[in-house]
């Protein structure tokens, strides 16, 4: 690492800053977005149904000198969330800290430092606040670390966004895929129904939350699933725990081809079907686990997100006035539907099958990417595992020199 030199972040960058601090003047008809922290996710600016706008004068009064050289961060409430700024018609809030990258150090790197534990655990180090965390412009900019040759740099953000970009491409094929699923049903059960299709209560057909953690449960140790993890996709995240350290909604047992309906917020992300779970898995009580006895569960879950179900779901759920609204399951069982020829259902749960079984593929491929991906991040950063040039053929990691061709290998062989 002798070429590496050691940097602060303020000789490197042309201005480190952050958002109005205060509320801008909202209007429903703006055409510019007010962003903060936590519209920041995963290198993009994430635009949530509750993100407010402005007029572009309002935004052009409290303009901030962003360019395709500026990278977001997060830095009041939720610390560390990241966003490439790409000319979005946005306005930011105090939360959202901007930071213009000089033209000889490459944006992309950066981004993947600032990625790293190492600087994420720096900003929870300098934060201040005990309840908010807030981290300080000042520490920002103070920041210290090592920083490879423009060469250098540039392969390492090739390396790591070949991974991004691969794993990008199969949420967008896993989006299209659930699409046309949707799609379909809208087409054949909602569209074109037809009125002589006889009438049936969905609770006929259905048990919810069959199974639930006893005494006699097994597992000392689960993994879990709240229906917070979705916020980040549909998917989630599980969270490992010892049973008796689990969370008190860590109630709701789940099988293959169970349906996970989130009763919390029901206009918002589930989970969907499950496939082949963990023997482990225990999900929220924030879930309805729906187990289908005499129907299709991809006829369920799509009769039950079809945006018009959706909506009237939302408004018989208890408490809809407030900011948390919930369903019980009696709800869902009381739902009444069309029954439509089983040739017709038969034919639309072999494509949805097909479908899921291609999204599955696809995410397992997501996993092992994203595995890699973590791997490599903390390696490259540190100098552990080198990269020399972008058209070169070595990795040199501690102990041997490591062609790159081995790393392609290893993505080519997880992207199937």
Not at 92 to 100: D, Q, R, T
Not at 337 to 358: G, H, N, T
Request: net charge negative; charged share 25%.
């Amino acid at each position: 690492m002798s070429e590496w030199k050691e940097v602060v972040l303020e000789d490197i960058t042309s201005r480190i800053g952050d958002g109005l601090h205060g509320t801008p003047k909202y209007d429903t008809n703006g055409d510019y977005f007010f962003i903060n922290g936590n519209n920041l996710k995963d290198g993009k600016i994430l635009i949530k149904p509750d993100t407010k706008k402005v007029t572009k004068e309002e935004a052009i009064k409290h303009e901030r000198p962003l360019s395709d050289r500026t990278i977001l961060l997060s830095i009041n409430g939720t610390i560390g969330n990241l966003a490439f700024y790409n000319y979005e018609k946005c306005m930011l809030g105090k939360s959202a800290c901007y930071i213009n990258i000089n033209e000889d150090v490459s944006v992309p790197f950066m981004y993947y430092h600032f990625l790293s534990e190492e600087f994420q655990l720096y900003i929870e180090m300098i934060a201040t606040g005990t309840t908010i965390p807030n981290v300080p412009l000042k520490g920002i900019r103070q920041y210290t670390f090592n920083l490879p040759s423009t060469p250098e740099q540039n392969a390492i953000a090739e390396v790591l966004s070949s991974l991004d970009d691969k794993i990008d491409l199969l949420h967008r094929q896993n989006q299209t895929l659930e699409q046309m699923a949707e799609t379909l049903f809208r087409q054949w059960f909602v569209e074109e129904a037809d009125e002589g299709w006889d009438k049936g209560v969905l609770g006929d057909y259905i048990f919810t939350n069959k199974n639930s953690v006893r005494k006699d449960y097994p597992n000392l140790e689960i993994e879990y699933l709240d229906t917070g993890s979705l916020t980040t996709g549909r998917w989630g995240n599980f969270q490992p725990f010892l049973l008796s350290e689990a969370p008190s909604r860590a109630k709701r047992l789940v099988k293959h081809n169970d349906i996970l309906y989130s009763t919390v917020r029901p206009n918002q992300l589930h989970y969907g079907i499950v496939r082949n779970p963990i023997e482990n898995l225990v999900v929220s009580t924030g879930f309805c686990v729906i187990t289908c006895h005499s129907l299709s569960p991809y006829f369920v879950y799509y009769y039950l997100t079809d945006k018009g179900m959706t909506e009237y779901l939302h408004s018989i759920a208890e408490g809809s006035t407030s900011a948390y609204p919930s369903l019980k399951p009696s709800d869902i069982e009381a739902l009444e539907f069309s029954i439509a020829p089983s040739d017709v259902l038969e034919k639309f749960d072999r494509f949805v099958d097909d479908a899921w079984k291609r999204i599955e593929s696809n995410q397992t491929q997501i996993r092992t990417l994203t595995a890699l991906r973590v791997t490599l991040l903390p390696k490259l950063m540190s100098g552990e595992v080198r990269v020399q040039s972008q058209r070169d053929a070595t990795f040199v990691g501690n102990n041997s020199t490591t062609n790159p061709s081995s790393v392609g290998a290893a993505q080519k062989e997880t992207h199937g």
